[in-house]
């Protein structure tokens, strides 16, 4: 196997720290997630609560249940072009090493 280029390692070794700030974006983007989701639920459970109560705010809490929803379903988007990104990321990585080692 021949030596790989120093410049190489580096942009590589570059390119793992963004990949593992990509990680730790994705984690907090699932735990975003759920919080979303517990609160759209949660809000849900208000509006039954309510609705015998006053149908104005039953629908008000609705509203914004839904509001909750359309923004987890905004974040799950954003979730999914992390990974994208995290992917192409990860063939950049295997391509330069590759590359540096003369086997591309």
């Known amino acids: 196997m021949a030596p790989i280029d120093e410049s190489?390692?580096?942009?590589?070794?570059?390119?793992e720290k963004i990949l593992e700030l990509a990680r730790d974006?994705?984690?907090?983007?699932?735990?975003?997630?759920?919080?979303?989701?517990?609160?759209?639920s949660e809000l849900f459970e208000h509006a039954l609560d309510?609705?015998?109560?006053?149908?104005?705010?039953?629908?008000?809490?609705?509203?914004q249940a839904e509001q909750v929803h359309s923004m987890h379903k905004r974040v799950e988007k954003l979730a999914e072009?992390?990974?994208?990104?995290?992917?192409?990321?990860?063939?950049?990585i295997r391509r330069i090493l590759k590359e540096a080692r003369g086997e591309g």
Request: net charge negative.
């Open 8 to 15: 190489a390692r580096k942009r590589a070794q570059d390119m």
């Open 25 to 40: 974006d994705q984690q907090d983007t699932v735990a975003l997630m759920e919080r979303l989701d517990k609160l759209a």
């Open 50 to 63: 309510w609705d015998s109560v006053d149908p104005e705010v039953a629908a008000r809490v609705r509203k």
């Open 81 to 92: 072009l992390e990974i994208e990104e995290a992917s192409q990321i990860m063939s950049e």
